[in-house]
Protein backbone atom coordinates (compact mmCIF):
# COMPACT_ATOMS: atom_id res chain seq x y z
CA UNK A 1 0.00 0.00 0.00
CA UNK A 2 1.54 3.51 0.40
CA UNK A 3 1.73 5.97 2.99
CA UNK A 4 -0.03 9.36 2.02
CA UNK A 5 0.24 11.91 4.57
CA UNK A 6 -2.08 15.49 4.82
CA UNK A 7 -2.50 17.53 7.41
CA UNK A 8 -5.26 16.81 9.28
CA UNK A 9 -7.25 20.47 9.89
CA UNK A 10 -6.12 23.76 8.72
CA UNK A 11 -8.19 26.81 9.13
CA UNK A 12 -7.96 29.93 6.67
CA UNK A 13 -9.57 33.13 6.20
CA UNK A 14 -12.42 33.98 3.52
CA UNK A 15 -10.87 35.49 0.57
CA UNK A 16 -7.40 34.19 1.01
CA UNK A 17 -5.34 31.41 -0.25
CA UNK A 18 -4.29 28.11 0.97
CA UNK A 19 -2.82 25.05 0.11
CA UNK A 20 -2.82 21.84 1.14
CA UNK A 21 0.04 19.58 0.89
CA UNK A 22 -0.30 15.87 0.77
CA UNK A 23 3.24 13.46 0.12
CA UNK A 24 2.72 9.50 -0.88
CA UNK A 25 4.77 6.42 -1.74
CA UNK A 26 3.88 3.96 -4.00
CA UNK A 27 5.85 1.61 -6.06
CA UNK A 28 3.79 1.55 -9.28
CA UNK A 29 2.40 5.32 -9.40
CA UNK A 30 -0.89 5.56 -12.20
CA UNK A 31 -1.86 9.10 -10.66
CA UNK A 32 -3.10 11.49 -8.25
CA UNK A 33 -6.80 12.89 -7.14
CA UNK A 34 -8.46 15.22 -5.01
CA UNK A 35 -11.61 14.66 -3.89
CA UNK A 36 -13.57 17.31 -2.11
CA UNK A 37 -16.26 15.91 0.66
CA UNK A 38 -18.78 18.46 2.44
CA UNK A 39 -20.16 16.82 5.66
CA UNK A 40 -22.38 13.59 5.59
CA UNK A 41 -21.84 13.98 1.50
CA UNK A 42 -20.01 11.42 -0.92
CA UNK A 43 -17.04 12.58 -2.20
CA UNK A 44 -16.79 14.85 -5.41
CA UNK A 45 -13.87 14.81 -7.51
CA UNK A 46 -12.09 18.05 -7.66
CA UNK A 47 -9.13 17.55 -10.53
CA UNK A 48 -6.24 14.60 -11.33
CA UNK A 49 -2.42 15.08 -12.05
CA UNK A 50 0.13 12.35 -13.90
CA UNK A 51 2.20 14.37 -15.11
CA UNK A 52 4.51 16.78 -13.24
CA UNK A 53 3.09 20.16 -13.19
CA UNK A 54 0.38 22.38 -12.36
CA UNK A 55 -3.05 21.58 -13.17
CA UNK A 56 -5.15 24.85 -12.97
CA UNK A 57 -9.19 24.66 -12.85
CA UNK A 58 -11.12 28.07 -11.58
CA UNK A 59 -10.20 28.73 -8.03
CA UNK A 60 -9.37 25.39 -7.65
CA UNK A 61 -5.34 24.26 -8.79
CA UNK A 62 -3.21 21.01 -8.02
CA UNK A 63 0.78 20.19 -8.11
CA UNK A 64 2.20 17.27 -8.64
CA UNK A 65 5.75 16.57 -8.08
CA UNK A 66 6.40 12.75 -8.77
CA UNK A 67 10.10 12.75 -8.16
CA UNK A 68 9.47 14.14 -4.74
CA UNK A 69 6.23 11.99 -3.76
CA UNK A 70 4.47 15.39 -3.40
CA UNK A 71 1.80 17.62 -4.27
CA UNK A 72 -0.38 20.32 -3.22
CA UNK A 73 -4.02 21.70 -3.30
CA UNK A 74 -4.28 25.24 -4.05
CA UNK A 75 -7.23 27.12 -3.31
CA UNK A 76 -7.68 30.49 -4.22
CA UNK A 77 -10.59 33.59 -2.60
CA UNK A 78 -11.85 31.42 -0.36
CA UNK A 79 -15.41 30.93 0.31
CA UNK A 80 -17.25 29.51 3.15
CA UNK A 81 -18.70 27.25 1.37
CA UNK A 82 -15.42 25.59 0.96
CA UNK A 83 -15.07 24.81 4.45
CA UNK A 84 -15.17 20.46 3.72
CA UNK A 85 -12.65 17.85 4.15
CA UNK A 86 -10.29 17.50 0.97
CA UNK A 87 -9.03 13.90 0.29
CA UNK A 88 -5.52 13.18 -1.38
CA UNK A 89 -5.60 9.75 -2.90
CA UNK A 90 -3.75 8.02 -5.22
CA UNK A 91 -3.56 5.12 -7.85
CA UNK A 92 -1.03 2.52 -8.14
CA UNK A 93 -1.02 0.60 -11.16
CA UNK A 94 0.88 -2.39 -8.90
CA UNK A 95 -1.80 -2.20 -5.90
CA UNK A 96 -3.39 -5.73 -5.02
CA UNK A 97 -6.90 -3.71 -4.84
CA UNK A 98 -6.77 -3.08 -8.51
CA UNK A 99 -7.81 0.47 -10.29
CA UNK A 100 -8.81 1.78 -6.79
CA UNK A 101 -7.57 4.96 -5.08
CA UNK A 102 -5.76 4.81 -2.06
CA UNK A 103 -7.20 7.73 0.08
CA UNK A 104 -5.25 9.92 2.72
CA UNK A 105 -6.94 10.57 5.92
CA UNK A 106 -7.97 13.93 4.80
CA UNK A 107 -7.90 17.52 5.71
CA UNK A 108 -10.27 19.21 6.95
CA UNK A 109 -10.44 22.65 6.31
CA UNK A 110 -12.22 25.38 8.11
CA UNK A 111 -12.94 28.68 6.35
CA UNK A 112 -13.95 31.98 8.87
CA UNK A 113 -15.88 35.07 8.12
CA UNK B 1 -30.54 11.56 -13.57
CA UNK B 2 -28.26 10.46 -10.41
CA UNK B 3 -25.17 8.79 -11.93
CA UNK B 4 -24.96 5.85 -9.33
CA UNK B 5 -27.09 5.31 -6.60
CA UNK B 6 -27.42 3.25 -3.47
CA UNK B 7 -29.98 1.73 -1.35
CA UNK B 8 -30.73 1.96 1.40
CA UNK B 9 -29.12 5.41 2.57
CA UNK B 10 -29.41 4.55 6.34
CA UNK B 11 -29.48 1.10 7.80
CA UNK B 12 -29.84 0.28 11.94
CA UNK B 13 -29.64 -3.48 12.34
CA UNK B 14 -28.63 -5.79 15.07
CA UNK B 15 -25.61 -7.22 15.73
CA UNK B 16 -25.63 -11.00 14.20
CA UNK B 17 -27.94 -10.48 11.16
CA UNK B 18 -27.53 -10.23 7.57
CA UNK B 19 -28.05 -7.02 5.16
CA UNK B 20 -27.38 -5.90 1.43
CA UNK B 21 -26.71 -2.72 0.00
CA UNK B 22 -27.61 -2.06 -3.34
CA UNK B 23 -25.67 -0.19 -5.97
CA UNK B 24 -26.18 0.36 -9.54
CA UNK B 25 -24.50 3.14 -12.12
CA UNK B 26 -25.95 4.84 -15.19
CA UNK B 27 -22.70 6.17 -16.74
CA UNK B 28 -21.62 3.28 -18.83
CA UNK B 29 -18.80 2.64 -16.90
CA UNK B 30 -16.61 -0.76 -16.86
CA UNK B 31 -15.13 -0.68 -12.64
CA UNK B 32 -17.00 -0.15 -9.72
CA UNK B 33 -15.91 -0.12 -6.01
CA UNK B 34 -17.03 -0.69 -2.55
CA UNK B 35 -15.25 1.76 0.31
CA UNK B 36 -15.83 1.85 3.91
CA UNK B 37 -15.09 5.09 5.51
CA UNK B 38 -15.24 5.10 9.56
CA UNK B 39 -16.08 6.77 12.30
CA UNK B 40 -12.69 8.61 11.66
CA UNK B 41 -13.97 9.43 7.86
CA UNK B 42 -10.89 7.36 6.39
CA UNK B 43 -11.83 6.16 3.04
CA UNK B 44 -10.73 2.57 2.39
CA UNK B 45 -10.83 0.39 -0.48
CA UNK B 46 -12.63 -3.23 0.31
CA UNK B 47 -13.17 -4.42 -3.32
CA UNK B 48 -12.95 -3.66 -7.33
CA UNK B 49 -15.00 -5.11 -9.75
CA UNK B 50 -14.14 -5.45 -13.44
CA UNK B 51 -15.27 -7.76 -15.88
CA UNK B 52 -15.91 -10.13 -13.65
CA UNK B 53 -13.07 -9.96 -11.76
CA UNK B 54 -12.99 -9.09 -8.35
CA UNK B 55 -10.28 -7.69 -6.56
CA UNK B 56 -10.44 -8.24 -2.70
CA UNK B 57 -8.94 -6.06 -0.43
CA UNK B 58 -6.92 -8.74 1.87
CA UNK B 59 -8.23 -7.07 5.27
CA UNK B 60 -11.83 -7.03 4.22
CA UNK B 61 -13.29 -9.78 6.36
CA UNK B 62 -14.80 -12.70 4.27
CA UNK B 63 -18.13 -11.85 6.07
CA UNK B 64 -18.36 -9.23 3.05
CA UNK B 65 -19.52 -10.45 -0.03
CA UNK B 66 -19.55 -8.15 -3.42
CA UNK B 67 -22.04 -9.26 -5.92
CA UNK B 68 -22.43 -8.44 -9.42
CA UNK B 69 -25.70 -9.54 -11.70
CA UNK B 70 -24.54 -7.22 -14.70
CA UNK B 71 -22.08 -4.65 -15.42
CA UNK B 72 -24.46 -1.82 -14.11
CA UNK B 73 -24.29 -3.07 -10.47
CA UNK B 74 -22.31 -4.40 -7.64
CA UNK B 75 -24.19 -5.03 -4.46
CA UNK B 76 -22.91 -5.57 -1.10
CA UNK B 77 -23.81 -8.44 1.02
CA UNK B 78 -22.89 -8.57 4.76
CA UNK B 79 -23.38 -11.73 6.96
CA UNK B 80 -23.14 -11.55 10.67
CA UNK B 81 -22.92 -7.84 11.40
CA UNK B 82 -20.64 -6.55 14.02
CA UNK B 83 -20.36 -3.57 15.94
CA UNK B 84 -17.52 -2.71 14.09
CA UNK B 85 -19.36 -2.71 10.69
CA UNK B 86 -20.50 0.51 11.61
CA UNK B 87 -19.29 2.99 9.11
CA UNK B 88 -20.69 4.74 5.97
CA UNK B 89 -20.34 2.45 2.70
CA UNK B 90 -19.69 4.23 -0.86
CA UNK B 91 -20.04 2.99 -3.79
CA UNK B 92 -18.21 3.95 -7.20
CA UNK B 93 -17.18 3.68 -10.80
CA UNK B 94 -15.28 4.38 -12.91
CA UNK B 95 -14.30 4.12 -16.91
CA UNK B 96 -11.92 1.44 -17.64
CA UNK B 97 -8.77 0.73 -15.41
CA UNK B 98 -5.62 2.56 -16.48
CA UNK B 99 -7.51 5.96 -17.97
CA UNK B 100 -7.47 9.28 -16.44
CA UNK B 101 -11.50 8.79 -15.64
CA UNK B 102 -11.73 9.58 -11.95
CA UNK B 103 -14.56 7.85 -9.47
CA UNK B 104 -17.83 9.09 -9.39
CA UNK B 105 -19.63 8.13 -5.95
CA UNK B 106 -22.66 7.52 -4.91
CA UNK B 107 -24.28 9.05 -1.69
CA UNK B 108 -23.39 6.50 0.70
CA UNK B 109 -25.12 4.14 2.94
CA UNK B 110 -25.12 4.74 6.72
CA UNK B 111 -24.71 1.32 8.59
CA UNK B 112 -25.60 1.63 12.19
CA UNK B 113 -25.07 -2.02 13.91
CA UNK B 114 -26.86 -2.50 17.63
Known amino acids: GQNIDQPTEMTATEGAIVQINCTYQ??????LFWYQQHAGEAPTFLSYNVLDGLEEKGRFSSFLSRSKGYSYLLLKELQMKDSASYLCAVRDRNSNSGYALNFGKGTSLLVTP | DTAVSQTPKYLVTQMGNDKSIKCEQN?????MYWYKQDSKKFLKIMFSYNNKELIINETVPNRFSPKSPDKAHLNLHINSLELGDSAVYFC?????????????FGPGTRLLVL
Open chain 1, 26 to 31: TSGFNG
Open chain 2, 27 to 31: LGHDT
Open chain 2, 92 to 104: ASSPSPGTSGDQY
